[in-house]
């Protein structure tokens, strides 16, 4: 099978989840991802035996490369000189401090693209703020907006943001790419993490523009529209929830009929979709009588057999197990060299004549120097085991 | 059009089928230059009438949802159920490069509107079906919405505290993200066709792809068979937490410069026991986190979250204020890098400033072309002038409801 991105080389110099994230799907594709580390720099998130740098390095190669001598960035741009996509996401003062900034490197590689991810972007008086996808929730208003009606907030707990910074950096490098294929320039792009979570946020903003109304959380309610009920309710089992959502009368018609017409339902209060929504919190509760007779999986399917949208809340485990997923394959395995084994998810982009590849698990630290020193930038072997010895390929 | 260089999609024609779950790839598109053509029913999109509107009036030519996810487009109605419809969507399909769809699978090939249908007669094109569960597995059938998606995606079991129910993080997350994944494929196709010539057919799951989009979840599972549940607002690996100030809620990280912290505290005198030297190792201060959660919220109330923040960010702390979309809209570093992009509604004889690019490229900026199309807005530019019905039979078309 061909690969879309067969033939394009990106120099990775990202860490941590949004920029590993990034260059990850664009190795999946087939691009050619050279990962830089140094043990002279390496943190946790970068401990190439950890399952979370597995996870999101796959299917790149590594090499070993310390910026903080000369000659390192002097290999660095040998490097760019035989790329076409450079991507990092540190602050934004490191690549400048290195030498190693868009206007030093398109005199390298005149049609370069180079994208860097940072938390406030490039310019502006924040843009040293230090910043991990957590800051970027609160900063955006989705943290404020995530909780309950009346309970302080709660936010997602994880580092959503980076996700969303992650794609959007694929979608410009794709965007930029097409501009080179039409006029040969390649481009510079300043990729501002809170700006990319922020364009998700499009309706609450602009119904602070133009109807001067602030958003408030909605909990599990929907948003901008009603549906009643709707929501996660507790299904029979430790912490068992199934999400249920019914928007029209047909809907709660067919609700109506698989919970078997109790007395409730045919109440003046639930007449209309309307009346259930005005009373959404009474209807919860005798919903959740319902569903806690059963096992979330049977209130899941009850539903959906009646054209009812409901689904099981998933749990990690839940997930590893789902029919769905296995049967389009979603979860993969490779072999690792020391890990033996190394599971990853794959890819929720299904190209029908460019599937996404999974080659191999992540690289070691330096595992791929000699195939980028040697092969690629054609070092002897000499050259190598000098410029290991004086740290600089270390 | 004519602009120097031109923008990337330029001349890259869309054709936009979707509902809200492939809407907002389509806006990402036509914010790129391509000519997305909204295609909606007589009448006008069902989203239309989804709100807020403006002045809170509902009417399907002011709701804010359908403006904010329509920007850049042109809009035509046509009627996908009868055969005159079908026929002119098939004459629009062949000037296409793209389709973006949403329809349950199944659908377009009984209209003889499927992808391996189509491909005989258009191969360069490239069809992108966002799905509640994709076009294959035992669940394609079944139904799917932001909340569903949420739930069997993975997400929803993570968020919330150990007394709530699972919570659905705010808007509708899981339709944009299954719209990014999306777009990324619509340019992965495109990308392979400079080199192949010929289109293909990417088939997204809102489901998986929200299950790409949870960090630790599989992580965790897959690696450590650690299954992460929702612990409040501290984060899965206990990294960050919010606590209450005077004014509001801010983002802390618990245990970053530890030395730094403590000093901070001491310095106003509310350090507590945490001044002992016990307290600096990180298993200890792991295993007593509540204690560390206490003492740290002592401290917090006593400030504002503008003290906390700009205080902690110039000492590195990777600090936030938890902000309502107000403070967003104000906040002074977005007004400085001009993040706000004015939309002019001539209808309405207003501008308005909408959320702009999502990231700046040099040479080839974003740029919101026109606000959304009112319904029907272009059909005698298209069907008139590109597909040469005359205003006659336009009109004609109109009556008999099939535009």
């Not at chain 1, 958003?215 to 996660?232: F, V």
């Amino acid at each position: 099978m061909e690969k879309a991105l067969q033939g394009l080389r990106i120099i990775d110099f990202t860490w941590v989840l949004a920029g590993p994230f990034a260059t990850r799907i664009l190795a999946d594709y087939g691009a050619e991802v050279i990962k830089v580390q140094s043990e002279v720099t390496m943190g946790a998130t970068q401990h190439n035996l950890s399952g979370y740098f597995n996870t999101w390095n796959r299917n790149k190669l590594g090499i070993a490369l310390n910026l903080s001598q000369p000659q390192g960035i002097e290999v660095a741009k040998r490097l760019v000189q035989i790329s076409d996509v450079v991507v990092e996401n540190f602050s934004p003062r490191v690549m400048r401090n290195w030498g190693l900034d868009y206007h030093t490197l398109r005199k390298i590689k005149p049609d370069l693209i180079m994208l860097s991810l940072s938390g406030m972007g490039q310019t502006g008086p924040w843009r040293d703020y230090i910043a991990f996808g957590a800051t970027i929730q609160a900063l955006s208003g989705l943290t404020y907006l995530t909780t309950f009606p009346g309970r302080p907030p709660l936010g997602l707990g994880y580092s959503y943001a980076d996700h969303i910074a992650g794609l959007m950096a694929v979608l410009a490098i794709l965007q930029a790419l097409e501009y080179r294929q039409k006029t040969g320039e390649g481009q510079y792009i300043d990729l501002s993490e809170l700006e990319a979570m922020s364009t998700l946020l499009g309706t609450a903003i602009l119904d602070y523009v133009v109807n001067h109304r602030v958003a408030s959380p909605l909990g599990n309610r929907p948003a901008h529209r009603i549906a009643a009920p709707h929501g996660a309710y507790r299904c029979k089992g430790e912490d068992r929830w199934c999400a249920i959502a019914v928007f029209t009368e047909e809907e709660w018609e067919s609700f109506c009929r698989v919970l078997g017409y109790p007395s409730w339902t045919k109440e003046e209060r639930f007449a209309t979709l309307l009346d259930r929504w005005q009373n959404i919190d009474q209807l919860d509760l005798l919903v959740e009588e319902w569903a806690k007779e059963h096992s979330a999986e049977e209130v899941m399917t009850l539903l959906q057999e009646v054209g009812i949208v409901a689904g099981v809340v998933q749990d990690a485990a839940d997930l590893s197990q789902d029919p769905q997923l296995k049967a389009r394959a979603f979860f993969v395995e490779l072999d690792h060299h020391i890990l033996v084994k190394a599971s990853f998810d794959g890819s929720p982009i299904k190209l029908s004549d460019t599937p996404a590849h999974f080659q191999q698990a992540a690289p070691l630290l330096g595992q791929h120097n000699d195939y980028v020193y040697h092969h690629l930038l054609g070092m002897t072997q000499e050259e190598i085991e000098r410029y290991t010895k004086e740290g600089v390929l270390i | 059009m004519s602009l120097l260089g031109g923008s990337d999609l330029q001349g890259l024609r869309v054709l936009d089928l979707a509902d809200e779950k492939g809407i907002f790839c389509a806006k990402l598109l036509a914010d790129m230059g391509a000519d997305v053509i909204k295609v909606e029913p007589p009448g006008g999109d069902p989203t239309r009438n989804i709100g807020p509107f403006v002045g809170d009036e509902p009417h399907p030519e002011r709701g804010l949802y359908f403006w904010y996810h329509n920007t850049s487009k042109r809009g035509i109605t046509l009627n996908l159920e009868s055969g005159e419809g079908q026929e002119i969507l098939r004459r629009l399909i062949g000037t296409a490069d793209v389709i973006v769809e949403t329809f349950p699978p199944g659908y377009l090939k009984e209209l003889s509107l499927d992808y391996e249908a189509l491909k005989e007669f258009n191969p360069r094109l490239i069809m992108t079906s966002i799905t509640s569960f994709g076009q294959t597995g035992p669940y394609r059938d079944y139904k799917s919405c932001d909340l569903v998606a949420s739930a069997l995606g993975g997400q929803m079991y993570v968020c919330g505290d150990s007394d709530t129910p699972p919570l659905k993080p705010y808007g509708e997350q899981a339709y944009q993200v299954a719209s990014l994944f999306g777009a990324i494929g619509t340019l992965l196709a495109l990308y392979y066709r400079h080199f192949s010539g010929k289109g293909q057919q990417v088939d997204i799951s809102m489901q998986e792809c929200i299950a790409a989009a949870i960090e630790p979840v599989n992580v965790r599972y897959l690696y450590d068979q650690v299954v992460v549940r929702r612990q409040g607002s501290l984060q899965w690996n206990n990294a960050f937490r919010l606590f209450p100030c005077r004014d509001g809620y801010i983002l802390l990280s618990l245990f970053q410069q530890w030395d730094t912290l403590i000093e901070w505290l001491d310095s106003e005198g509310l350090a507590a026991d945490l001044k002992e030297e016990r307290w600096r190792h990180p298993e200890f201060q792991l295993k007593e986190k509540e204690h560390v959660i206490q003492v740290l919220e002592q401290w917090t109330r006593r400030h504002t979250r503008a003290e906390l923040m700009e205080q902690g960010q110039l000492m590195h702390f990777p600090w936030a204020a938890v902000n309502s979309i107000k403070e967003l809209w104000d906040n002074p570093q977005l007004l400085e890098r001009g993040f706000f992009a004015e939309v002019a509604h001539p209808e309405q004889e207003a501008s308005f400033k909408y959320p702009g690019a999502p990231y700046k490229l040099s040479r080839s900026p974003w740029q919101v072309s026109r606000r959304a199309p009112l319904i029907g807005e272009h059909n005698q530019q298209i069907l008139g002038e590109e597909l040469g019905f005359s205003s006659d039979e336009i009109a004609d078309l109109a009556l008999r409801g099939v535009i």
